[in-house]
T-cell receptor, first 113, second 113 residues
Framework: KAGVTQTPRYLIKTRGQQVTLSCSPISGHRSVSWYQQTPGQGLQFLFEYFSETQRNKGNFPGRFSGRQFSNSRSEMNVSTLELGDSALYLC????????????FGAGSRLTVL | AQSVTQPDIHITVSEGASLELRCNYSYGATPYLFWYVQSPGQGLQLLLK??????LVQGIKGFEAEFKRSQSSFNLRKPSVHWSDAAEYFC???????????FGGGTRLMVKP
């Protein structure tokens, strides 16, 4: 079966712009989580959505937002981009929320110039 | 707050040698523990997980890990390393109530021929 699909895989933006990343979970998975990976801070949890509701949110500024659609696909948005937002953004899905195995996508690599 | 420490940033082993990657966690309740592997430019692949029960868990690719509550550790082992095991390895702790994982800083494994 198809895995977690993230688009786009690579993108370059300039400071001040905004970006939207997309994640299609594995069929039947209703929970989608987002993580940011940087060399300095490592892997950090951004937020989790389950049944179109945000369940948890990590310690990130309000410029980072997300949503989930009725088909479980999710998007995350970063507004007013800063150089420090350059990172690999990973999406993960699971059947349900809570004590679950997450299946990760290949990530979207964002470079902010 | 939960935390995960991977004391070794880099490890180099010879092909065919045994491997042990260390992981220490801090978590107030029963931990849900994971090891993930990441190859360059890729997402995270689950190697194994511990939720409860037998403290020695088997995973994919010949990996195993042992949960030691008294030492707050969940070390990853492999009896004989293959060149294809060269990658970055992440230990993570999860919570029962959601899909928020806290990751360690990772250990980069290099394999000498």
């Amino acid at each position: 079966k198809a895995g977690v699909t993230q688009t786009p895989r690579y993108l370059i933006k300039t400071r001040g712009q905004q970006v939207t990343l997309s994640c299609s979970p594995i069929s039947g998975h209703r929970s989608v989580s987002w993580y940011q990976q940087t060399p300095g801070q490592g892997l950090q949890f951004l937020f989790e959505y389950f049944s179109e509701t945000q369940r948890n949110k990590g310690n990130f500024p309000g410029r980072f937002s997300g949503r989930q659609f009725s088909n479980s696909r999710s998007e995350m948005n970063v507004s007013t981009l800063e150089l420090g937002d350059s990172a690999l953004y990973l999406c993960a899905s699971s059947r349900r929320t809570g004590a679950n195995v997450l299946t990760f996508g290949a990530g979207s690599r964002l470079t902010v110039l | 707050a939960q935390s995960v420490t991977q004391p070794d940033i880099h490890i180099t082993v010879s092909e065919g040698a045994s491997l042990e990657l260390r992981c220490n966690y801090s978590y107030g309740a029963t931990p849900y523990l994971f090891w993930y592997v990441q190859s360059p430019g890729q997402g995270l692949q689950l190697l194994l997980k511990y939720f409860s029960g037998d403290t020695l868990v088997q995973g994919i690719k010949g990996f195993e890990a042992e949960f030691k509550r008294s030492q707050s550790s969940f070390n990853l082992r492999k009896p004989s390393v293959h060149w294809s095991d060269a990658a970055e390895y992440f230990c993570a702790v999860g919570e029962e109530a959601g899909n928020m994982l806290t990751f360690g800083g990772g250990t980069r494994l290099m394999v000498k021929p």
